[in-house]
């Protein structure tokens, strides 16, 4: 079982010799219905595989379904610290989410680790981590490819919330960078059924290429409508695009989408000399064994990466304090900032005091949907 590989990778840790204590509650909040739902099944299905048990202390998970809503998430956030007294928060998955709930566990001193692609803030919330991306690092992989294809004009087309303004901020930065012009500015609501309008006004702009701001099987919207009008031109997306929801919803009119995702989306297609590859082999080896070979994707693998910086600094955390204390809480933020070269599924984490993120580019691959799968760009 993962449970029992993920063990393995902490053997040092783990062998710490450490009295038995109280049991250590890690609240989870995940996306588990609502518009995000094709995302939130891998999140939580991962946890199926998360250890019971870390250097002695029994592991309580409180998983929690926000519905796709960041009020929902916020009210479930306060519950689980003011009632359940969680150690630590797993999640929120919804990057509003993340947003909302973050100054209440900061406030509370109750280590988060954010699977969205929030960028905290160390200095002004020293108790947020993320295991995501950061949309910088992402969309900047993206436009390296859009470079190196001779485009030199991009349509964008996003969510009408803080997601879509988060990737349209990075991609305004990475068309500065590479030279592209951006030549719009489309938005839809996740629940929206429709995109044509939007579809046709790109469509008129005639781009060389379209951005998405975008998650899940809502993006598949905009790709059908644009194909539906004839559009030619190369259609990318970002990393919360990258499921096989998203295949199974578009079909083949997604054939030829390219987008950036986290190696483990892609593990048996890694460089053998990839540090990730083992790692995310060893997960999903063992997660499609019970899930299926199609059920392959990156939702999961933050899902294990957060467990995996939390089981990390368990051990540290144990000599500050005795689980459901305010000084364990503090040793395993402290411990969380310190982890360094850390290779989880979906990158490798050095933490530092002002970088709660910690990744590099080892934790961004390529792909297009080729012949109905995701297919590594070599």
Known sequence: MVARVLAAALATMLAATVPAMAQIKVGVILSISGPGAAMGVGYKAAFDFMPQEVAGQKIEYIIRDDATD??????????????????????????????AVQPLANAAHVPMIAMAPLVPEPAKFPYSFADAQPLSLMVSVVFRHMQAQGIKTVGFIGFADGWGDQVHAATVQAAAATG???????????????VQAQALKLMTLHPDAVMMGNSATPAVLPVAALRRLGYRGAIYGNHGIVSPAFIRVGGTAVDGVIADTSPVAVYDQLAADNPVKPVATAFMTEYTKKNGAASVNPFAGYS????????????????????????????????????????????VYDMSPTDHNGQDTRAAVLVAVRHGEWTAIR
């Open 70 to 99: 960041a009020e929902n998430a916020y009210k479930i956030a306060d519950k689980l610290i003011a009632e359940e007294h969680v150690d630590a928060l797993i999640g929120p998955s919804l990057y509003t989410s993340d947003v």
């Open 180 to 194: 592209i012009k951006l030549v719009a500015d489309e938005r839809y609501a996740r629940t929206d059924t429709t």
């Open 304 to 347: 294990y990466d957060a467990m995996l910086l939390i089981a990390h600094a368990i051990p540290a955390a144990l000599t500050r304090g005795k689980p459901g204390s305010e000084a364990f809480r503090v040793g395993l933020r402290d411990a969380l900032e310190a982890t360094h070269g850390l290779v989880g599924v979906s990158g």
